[in-house]
């Protein structure tokens, strides 16, 4: 996907879908978990790791 969607904030850069300093260039944003309370509890199944961030600290993706 190329096209932005508006009015989404992505702060991951290290994901293939960010573009610039903060857009989101998937096609859709998958979201979850269902039963979540809190910010930390909630997860972003969109978020594909890009191929310039072997090296990096990637959290719960390792």
Known sequence: ???E???I???AKNC?????STSC???TIE????SA???GETQCSTFKLNDSAVGEARGCCD
Do not use: E, L, P
């Not at 293939?16 to 610039?20: A, E, M, N, R």
């Not at 979201?31 to 269902?34: D, I, P, Q």
């Open 1 to 3: 996907m190329d096209k």
């Open 31 to 34: 979201v979850g978990n269902s």
């Open 16 to 20: 293939v879908y960010h573009k610039g």
């Open 25 to 27: 260039t998937a096609g």
């Open 5 to 7: 969607i508006g009015a």
């Open 9 to 11: 904030t992505c702060f």
């Open 37 to 39: 309370c809190r910010c």
